[in-house]
């Protein structure tokens, strides 16, 4: 019988999502299986955590990671912390802050969307002033807005937070690992993330944190939380001391994600966030000599996700066709506003390396000449 497995090729990653995984964590994921309430196991999950905490710069107890992508750590945060009713201010300057208002709204909450222009930060002062008109239970941005590879100024945002009731909620699913992250230092609530961006996880798990003042917020809802599977009340109990069965948990990937969070701690968070810098500022340079124009500016550019504005008479999915057919690397278009305008190309976690920007900046030159 034929097996379509033995045909997949291997590409270099160079899209929003998901990187390249390094040999070791495919190693780890093909590691004998152990029951989920296996005491090896549980060692294994603890200290997960602990190097969770360590990379979101956290003391928080509940860092754990989820079962499911970045977009059920998303669903998490919401379905836990919002109840019908609640005001809800969402800051919108991309496709995933539209997700966020969509997830708020289906939840009932009377939701308050700040929108900005695509490609340009989150306003701070624009803000202030809406906080200052209306009182909000949760406030919610995208740290790394990977569709359009702007950084968003969460750490300013959180100081207008600090001392309020409000929660605020981040999205870092494309931040963590590829720049810092400080959860406590930021006064952030609740955070949410995935593995397989800056990580070089496969997909398949998401890192949430809750602050005391979330787990407050979650035990004094006045209705059950409507999603069983992401109740992070019995998600907690499972990975707390107490071990109470829940779900049966995604052993062999939280073995990946343990080897992934393992390279990136001994390789040093600040050696890990500035191969992202080197290697994101030698793409910009390569493209640049092209004479593509970069969609954000400077100050604002994620160095894991960079985004150009194709050139003008170029059929950008022809380009994207031809690198992935005969170069073998995948890049990614635009979304929303921005389709057909720009190319977004990952340097994340493992693919963050100068042979891999070289190889790439070389086979556009040929796609596009």
């Known amino acids: ?65 989820i079962s499911g992508t970045g977009s059920a750590g998303m669903e998490a945060c919401f379905v836990n912390l919002v109840e019908p009713g609640d005001r809800a201010l969402i800051l919108v300057n991309g496709v995933f802050g539209v997700r966020m208002r969509e997830v708020a709204s289906r939840l009932g909450a009377n939701v308050d969307a700040l929108e900005f222009t695509w490609g340009a930060p989150v306003a701070v002062a624009d803000v202030a002033k809406k906080l200052g008109e209306t009182p909000y239970r949760i ?23 600090r001392g309020s009731d409000t929660i605020y909620l981040v999205d870092t699913v494309t931040s963590l690992g590829g720049i810092e992250v400080r959860m406590d230092d930021w006064g ?26 979330a787990m407050a917020k979650l035990g004094a809802r006045k209705s059950k939380v409507p999603n069983w599977y992401l109740d992070i009340s019995l998600i907690a109990n499972y990975w707390g001391q107490n071990r109470v069965y829940h779900h049966t948990a995604p052993v062999n990937m939280t073995y990946a994600l343990y080897q992934a969070l393992l390279l990136i701690l001994e390789e040093g968070t600040e050696k890990v966030f500035k191969r992202h810098l080197d290697n994101h500022l030698l793409l910009v340079k390569g493209l640049e000599e092209m004479g593509l124009r970069m969609v954000v500016e400077k100050p604002w ?45 990952g340097l994340m976690g493992h693919t963050a390396r100068k042979e891999n920007v070289e190889r790439f900046l070389d086979a556009l030159r040929k796609s596009i000449s």
């Open 139 to 161: 406030v919610a941005v995208v740290h790394a807005e990977t569709s359009t590879g702007v950084r968003n100024p969460v750490d300013e945002i959180g100081a207008l937070l």
């Open 301 to 345: 550019r994620l160095p894991m996700l960079n985004t150009a504005y194709c050139p003008e008479g170029i059929d950008e999915l022809a380009v994207r066709r031809r690198l992935r057919n005969e170069f073998k690397i995948e890049i990614g278009g635009g979304l929303g506003p921005l389709a057909g305008k720009i190319w977004r190309i």
């Open 188 to 213: 952030i609530d609740a955070l949410y993330s995935g593995t397989q961006k800056c990580l070089s996880c496969p997909p398949g798990l998401a890192p949430l944190s809750f602050s005391e003042k």
């Open 1 to 65: 019988m034929n097996n379509l497995l033995d045909g997949i090729e291997e590409v270099l990653l160079m899209g929003p999502g998901p990187s390249s995984v390094p040999p070791q964590v495919y190693e780890a994921i093909g590691k004998k299986t152990l029951g989920h309430l296996d005491p090896y196991f549980l060692k294994i999950m603890d200290e997960l955590k602990e190097r969770l905490r360590t990379l979101l710069n956290t003391k928080n107890n509940l860092t754990v990671p």
